[in-house]
């Protein structure tokens, strides 16, 4: 039997309510199997900063690195809580663990499930999947600002867009468009305004489409893509796109596809060199933490894309149903946190 490791990070906030119920189906879903998920949990993000002065230091990163794959609920504390002004959770642990583990892809898919209902009033079928570059662009602290707090300040947070970033990132879409049934791919980017940075990603994508003739392409500038996002997001089956452009596109993406509650990412290497790491695209929600009433389903999904990763898409397809069947019959009624976690982990192993 296979032994998987598995490195828990339940973060801060809703984050540890929602991994919880992850968990949950994850048990569930590998009982009585022949696979095993051997766990070890990392107390990491606002509270243990709070306690320890520390976010990510050289022995966790390691530590996390040695396992074969990554669960994280959210991390950040209250925006303001007066504590952390000037540590960065976000970068210090978030982005230094997707830098570090090398997760050029962040995929996020939106599917609009049947059953829920979407804020558009004609939404058409949702089902496209946004692959967004996670190791360069504006993330990566390229910046500075002299003169700080001075009327004469002058703050620049610059893009990195690298040949050999740009060039991965797009070539691996262009594989996730390849497998899908529709074949298509959207660059999204600004390249009237952005020359260079819109240049380097006009070009590598058209140089890398000669590889894959199946696939049809089409560009959008990203203000045109959130008109699209609205008003036809049936259009979309893969977009590729940047890390900034890619962060805002997907919350607006799971705000068309039943909430934010509902939105599962992967932070991929697909070298296999690093451990991938599966987080719901929400974050730590300071406003509703503690109640028990967050939305475990992105938790529960990015579980799925997990399974998926480490190649048992049968129990991947498993929780997809369950979750699938469960939201089909969510209607109004409120459910705590973990009684959605425990409905659908019921409905799997009902199956
Ligand atoms: P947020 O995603 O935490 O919350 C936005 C809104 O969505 C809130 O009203 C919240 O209650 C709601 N919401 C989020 N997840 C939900 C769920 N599962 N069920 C029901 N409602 C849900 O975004 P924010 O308020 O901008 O950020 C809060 C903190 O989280 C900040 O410190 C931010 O930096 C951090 N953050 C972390 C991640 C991450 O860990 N991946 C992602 C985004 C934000
Ligand atoms: C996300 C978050 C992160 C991002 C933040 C918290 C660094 O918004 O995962 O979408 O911008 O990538
Ligand atoms: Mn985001």
Do not use: C
């Not at 570090?100 to 059953?115: A, E, F």
């Amino acid at each position: 039997s296979r032994v998987i490791s598995l490195a828990v990070i339940p973060g801060d906030g809703i984050g540890p309510e929602v991994v919880t119920e992850g968990l949950k189906v994850l048990d569930t879903v590998t009982d009585g199997g022949d696979v095993a998920f051997e766990k070890t949990t990392f107390s990491l993000g606002a509270t243990r900063y709070l306690e320890t002065g520390d976010t990510l230091t050289d022995d966790d990163l390691a530590a996390v690195s040695r396992h074969d794959a990554i669960l994280l609920g959210a991390v950040g504390g209250t925006p303001g809580d007066p504590r952390l002004a000037g540590a960065n959770i976000e970068r210090g642990l978030l982005l230094k663990l997707r830098f570090s583990l090398d997760h050029y892809v962040n995929l996020r898919p939106s599917v609009l499930h049947p059953g829920v209902s979407s804020p558009l009033a004609d939404p058409g079928s949702i089902d496209f999947v946004v692959v967004r570059e996670g190791t360069e662009g504006p993330y990566v602290g390229n910046g500075g600002s002299i003169r700080q707090g001075t009327q004469h300040e002058v703050a620049n947070e610059v893009s990195v867009n690298t040949a050999y970033g740009v060039e991965r990132v797009v070539r691996h879409a262009f594989g996730v468009a390849s497998a899908r049934p529709r074949k298509h791919l959207t660059l999204v980017h600004k390249t009237n305004v952005l020359v260079f940075a819109g240049g380097i990603w006009k070009r590598v994508v058209d140089e890398v489409a000669a590889e894959f003739p199946e696939v049809t392409v089409d560009y959008l500038h990203v203000d045109a893509a959130t008109i699209f996002l609205v008003t036809n997001p049936a259009r979309f089956d893969v977009i590729v796109t940047d890390n900034l452009f890619g962060d805002i596109l997907t919350d607006l993406a799971a705000a068309i596809s039943g909430g934010i509650g509902l939105a599962a990412s992967g932070n991929i290497n697909p070298d296999g060199r690093f451990p991938s790491m599966f987080e719901p695209v929400h974050g730590s929600a300071p406003d509703i933490a503690g109640k028990g009433i967050a939305d475990p389903t992105a938790a529960i999904l990015s579980v799925a894309l997990l399974l998926d990763h480490l190649g048992l898409t049968d129990a991947a397809a498993r929780v997809q149903a369950a979750v699938a069947a469960d939201i089909a019959e969510r209607g109004e009624a409120t459910r705590s946190t973990s009684e959605i976690g425990t409905a659908i982990s019921d409905r799997i192993r009902a199956h």
